[in-house]
C-alpha cells in the first residue's frame, strides 16, 4: 500500500473535526470543528494550539504563508461584518488587520509570502429601479491585494526602468536564496490594501498563486498577475 502505515494523531479527543489540512511544509495540521474553532496540531511535538473561535460564522475561511509561519483567517465581529487577521504561529498572537466596517473574507496568501489576497464588500453604488424611488446595491465586491510589508511596493504601479541616455545598464547578479521567513508589518497593514483592476462583481475567493490571484466570478475562473 502507498504511504506507509495509517498513525492515529492525538488530537483532543473531544474534538469533533469537520476539517483539516497541511501546512505548506506538511510538519503541521489545522482543522477545524463543528464548534468553529480553529486549531493547528503540531505533528511532531503532538502539541495543539488554539488560533481563534468564530462566535458569528464558521471557522473554515482562513489560509497558510507559504513559509509556514502566519495565518490568515477571517472573523466576523457583532455587526456580522468579516475582518481580516494574522496570527502568528511562533507567537501564537492574532492581530485584526482590517476595520471589519465591511464583509472581508476569501483570503489567500500569494505562493511567494509577500501579498494577501481577498474578498470585500466595499464598493457602493446605488441604482435605482425603473419604477422603484428606493436604491438597491448590488456587486459590491472586489477582489484587493493587501502588501504584507511597508517596503513590498503596490504591484498595480508599472516599475519605472529608464536608464540616463549614455549610461550602460550594470549586470545583473545572481538572485539570492529566498527568505525562510515571511516578512509581516501590522501597523498599518489595512490602509495598504488597492483593488484589482476587475469590476465591482461577485466573487467567491481569492486562492493565491506565484505572483497572482485566481478567483471564481460569474461561474468561471478567473486569473491576475
Do not use: C
Request: hydrophobic share 30%; net charge negative.
Amino acid at each position: 500500500h502507498m504511504g506507509g502505515d495509517a498513525k492515529a494523531l492525538k488530537t483532543d479527543p473531544s474534538h469533533r473535526i469537520n476539517s483539516f489540512r497541511y501546512s505548506p511544509d506538511s510538519k503541521k495540521i489545522s482543522y477545524t470543528t463543528v464548534t468553529q474553532d480553529l486549531f493547528v496540531f503540531d505533528l511532531e511535538k503532538e502539541t495543539t494550539e488554539k488560533v481563534f473561535t468564530s462566535v458569528y460564522t464558521n471557522a473554515m475561511d482562513y489560509d497558510w504563508s507559504p513559509h509556514n509561519d502566519w495565518i490568515a483567517y477571517t472573523e466576523a465581529g457583532p455587526n456580522l461584518m468579516g475582518a481580516i487577521y494574522l496570527y502568528s504561529v511562533a507567537d501564537k498572537k492574532s492581530t485584526r488587520v482590517t476595520e471589519g466596517y465591511y464583509s472581508d473574507g476569501g483570503v489567500g496568501f500569494d505562493l511567494n509570502g509577500k501579498y494577501l489576497y481577498f474578498v470585500s464588500q466595499r464598493t457602493f453604488n446605488p441604482t435605482p429601479g425603473d419604477f422603484e424611488f428606493w436604491l438597491q446595491m448590488s456587486n459590491s465586491q472586489r477582489v484587493y491585494v493587501m502588501p504584507l510589508a511597508t517596503d513590498t511596493p503596490n504591484p498595480l504601479r508599472p516599475d519605472v526602468d529608464e536608464e540616463p541616455a549614455g549610461e550602460k545598464k550594470p549586470e545583473a547578479t545572481p538572485p539570492a536564496e529566498g527568505p525562510k521567513s515571511t516578512k509581516v508589518d501590522l501597523e498599518g497593514m489595512g490602509a495598504r490594501a488597492v483593488a484589482l483592476p476587475w469590476p465591482p462583481g461577485s466573487y467567491q475567493a481569492a486562492i493565491g498563486a506565484n505572483n497572482g490571484v485566481f478567483t471564481i466570478t460569474g461561474g468561471a475562473l478567473k486569473k491576475f498577475d
